[in-house]
C-alpha cells in the first residue's frame, strides 16, 4: 500500500526513525538486560536496558526480536528512543529454556554488562498477538506453535531456532527472495496486507515510507513463518477480507478507539508512527 502526498506531507515534520536492526549495528547503541541505569544488579526478565549514544532516533517495534543476554527476547511495545536517552523498555521472554549469558566463556566484565549482541526479526503474527495481549506464557505457548510447525526445535526453546536448516527454512527463505525488491518501485510505499491462503494474517502500515522499507524484510520473515502454521491450503484470495482489515487499520490514524487484542497504534507528539493488526487465529 502506498502513501498519497496529502499523508506524506502530514507526517514531514516527523523525526527519521532508524530501525531497531539498524541500531543494534550502530556505535553507542545498546540493548542490555536490565540494570538500573547500570546500578543494579538484580535480575529482570520483563525489562532490558537501552542506551542510545548515536546521533539517531530509533525505533523499537513491539515484536521486534532481540538475541543475547541472559534469554532472548521480543520487545513488547511500539517505542521510539532519542538520542542521548536511557531508558527500561518492556519484553516477553522468546526463549524459555535459558536464564544465563548467552556466551558461558565470555569474561566475567562483559556477562556483568550482558548485552545483547544481534537482532532477530519481526516475530509472526501468533507471537506478536501474544505480546500485545501482554502475557509470558501465552508468548512461550505461541514460540512453541511456531517453531514446532517449522521444525525449528532446540534446547532452550528459542524462537531464533527457526535459523535451524531444514526444508522449511528453505521455503521460507524462498519467499523472502520471491518478495526481495518488490517495493523499489513504490517509494511511497507504507505497508502491507498480509495474506495466507485466503486469510488476513496481518497488516502493518508505517508513516514513514523508508521506515517501512528499512523494517519490510524483517516483517515478511515473521509472515512467512506464519505461513507455515497455515498449511498448504488452497483458498481463494479473499480480496473484500484485505480492504476490510486495511480500512480497520487505516482507521487508527484518524482516531483513538478503544483498543482491540489484534489492532495497535504507536505514535509521537500525537502524530502516528506505525499501526498495525495481528489477525491470526
Known amino acids: 500500500m502506498c502513501a498519497d502526498e496529502q499523508v506524506l506531507n502530514a507526517v514531514a515534520s516527523q523525526p527519521a526513525l532508524a530501525t531497531l536492526a539498524e541500531g543494534m549495528?550502530?556505535?553507542g547503541f545498546r540493548i542490555t538486560e536490565r540494570k538500573q541505569f547500570g546500578r543494579e544488579q538484580n535480575a529482570w526478565y520483563n525489562a532490558l536496558t537501552v542506551?542510545?549514544?548515536?546521533?539517531k532516533t530509533v525505533f523499537l517495534m513491539s515484536g521486534d526480536v532481540v538475541t543475547g543476554g541472559n534469554q532472548d527476547r521480543v520487545i513488547a511495545y511500539d517505542d521510539a528512543i532519542p538520542p542521548g536517552t536511557i531508558k527500561n523498555i518492556d519484553v516477553f521472554c522468546v526463549e524459555a529454556g535459558r536464564s544465563s549469558y548467552y556466551?558461558?566463556?565470555a569474561p566475567e566484565t562483559e556477562k556483568q554488562i550482558a548485552a545483547f549482541r544481534g537482532y532477530y526479526n519481526v516475530a509472526s503474527p501468533h507471537v506478536r498477538k501474544a505480546v500485545h495481549q501482554g502475557?509470558?506464557?501465552g508468548v512461550w505457548k505461541a514460540v512453541d506453535k511456531i517453531t514446532e510447525a517449522n521444525d525449528a526445535s532446540s534446547d532452550t526453546k528459542t524462537y531464533a531456532a527457526l535459523e535451524t536448516e531444514n526444508a522449511h527454512k528453505a521455503r521460507r527463505e524462498a519467499y523472502l527472495n520471491f518478495f526481495e525488491g518488490k517495493m523499489d518501485a513504490l517509494p511511497n510505499a507504507?505497508?502491507?496486507?498480509a495474506v495466507c491462503n485466503g486469510?488476513?494474517?496481518g497488516v502493518d502500515i508505517f508513516s514513514q515510507p523508508a521506515l517501512f522499507r528499512n523494517q519490510y524484510k524483517a516483517l515478511l520473515h515473521g509472515y512467512t513463518a506464519e505461513a507455515v502454521v497455515a498449511g498448504n491450503e488452497t483458498n481463494t484470495s479473499n480480496d473484500q477480507a484485505a480492504r476490510e482489515a486495511f480500512k480497520q487499520v487505516a482507521w487508527l490514524a484518524q482516531s483513538n478507539p478503544d483498543a482491540e487484542d489484534i489492532v495497535g497504534k504507536f505514535s509521537i507528539n500525537g502524530a502516528?508512527?506505525?499501526?498495525f493488526r495481528n489477525n491470526c487465529t
Open 272 to 275: 502516528w508512527v506505525h499501526l
Open 25 to 27: 549495528q550502530t556505535a
Open 199 to 201: 486469510k488476513v494474517i
Open 103 to 105: 556466551d558461558p566463556e
Open 190 to 193: 507504507v505497508g502491507v496486507v
Open 51 to 55: 542506551q542510545n549514544k548515536s546521533d
Open 135 to 137: 502475557n509470558q506464557q
